[in-house]
Nanobody, 115 residues
Framework: QVQLVESGGGLVQPGGSLRLSCAASRSIFSINAMGWYRQAPGKERELVASITRYGIANYAESVKGRFTISRDTAKNMVYLQMNNLKPEDTAAYYC?????????WGQGTQVTVSS
C-alpha cells in the first residue's frame, strides 16, 4: 500500500487558479496509476484526471483544457494544476494510487470556488 498526502486546496474566486499536490510514500514508478478525484456534497466521487506510470494522462470532459495533471518522479509527487476555476469545481479533491492490486486514497483537500 502507498500513503498519499494531498495539499494545496483553498478558497479561490471564479476564474482563478490553484495547484494541488499529492505526495506519495514511495516511487511513483512503482505505482501503476495515480489520479485525482473529487466529491461534491451529495454527489458521487468522480474522476478528474489520471496519469499512468508511463506518463499517459486522462481527463474528465468537464476539466479538459482547464486542468493539467503532472508529476515529479524525483520527488514522488503528482500535481493538479487547475485554471479558470468554476463554482462547479467546488469539491473535496482526493489523490488515488493503484499499485499491486491495492487502491490507496489520500485524506482529501477542499477546493471552494466562490466570489
Amino acid at each position: 500500500q502507498v500513503q498519499l498526502v494531498e495539499s494545496g486546496g483553498g478558497l479561490v474566486q471564479p476564474g482563478g487558479s490553484l495547484r494541488l499536490s499529492c505526495a506519495a510514500s514511495r516511487s511513483i514508478f512503482s505505482i501503476n496509476a495515480m489520479g485525482w478525484y473529487r466529491q461534491a456534497p451529495g454527489k458521487e466521487r468522480e474522476l478528474v484526471a489520471s496519469i499512468t506510470r508511463y506518463g499517459i494522462a486522462n481527463y474528465a470532459e468537464s476539466v479538459k483544457g482547464r486542468f493539467t495533471i503532472s508529476r515529479d518522479t524525483a520527488k514522488n509527487m503528482v500535481y493538479l494544476q487547475m485554471n479558470n476555476l468554476k463554482p462547479e469545481d467546488t469539491a473535496a479533491y482526493y489523490c488515488k494510487g493503484y499499485a499491486n492490486n491495492v487502491i490507496s486514497w489520500g485524506q482529501g483537500t477542499q477546493v471552494t470556488v466562490s466570489s
